[in-house]
């Protein structure tokens, strides 16, 4: 799924990239639960299998995100991201029109604004990598555990 980088993330890409981020990083107890350890460790496989030139671009990354979510069988996950999605859409609409200054600009605005999105982009998709990182190291401890003799 390469994609050339001259491709402009939109906000309402980027937010969604946020959703994903956030419900990862900080998932409601009934999203951990009802998806368990091995639902968060397919997620990270998921991540894992990105090609890595995808991994730092945003719109590929929303792209791959998107495909993700909507496949069959993801109704769980799909159901909490689109909540997340719904929480911090207006409140970074907000974020993004006070940081570019002009509150009269459109969501998709001057370049200015697309490059800040494509920078925050860029940080959203570091974020997920450290997640995934993260998620495989915790999973490797806990079956290294699990396989240590008992004493």
């Known amino acids: 799924m390469n994609h050339e980088n001259n491709q402009e993330i939109n906000l309402r890409q980027f937010l969604s990239l946020r959703a994903f981020k956030e419900l990862l990083k900080n998932p409601p107890n009934d999203f951990s639960n009802r ?7 397919e997620i990270a496989n998921f991540l894992s299998n990105i090609p890595p030139e995808d991994k730092l671009n945003p719109m590929a990354m929303f792209q791959h995100i998107s495909s993700y979510v909507y496949q069959e069988g993801h109704e769980v996950f799909k159901e909490f991201y689109l909540q997340t999605y719904k929480t911090i859409n207006s409140e970074h609409i907000q974020y993004v029109v006070k940081k570019t200054g002009d509150p009269d600009d459109e969501a998709d605005g001057p370049s200015i604004t697309k ?6 982009g860029r940080d959203a998709c570091q974020d997920l990598q450290k997640w995934e990182t993260e998620m495989k190291q915790k999973t490797k401890r806990a079956t290294e555990d699990d396989n240590k003799p008992a004493s």
């Open 35 to 41: 998806i368990g350890e091995e639902g968060f460790l």
């Open 115 to 120: 490059q800040m999105l494509e920078n925050e």
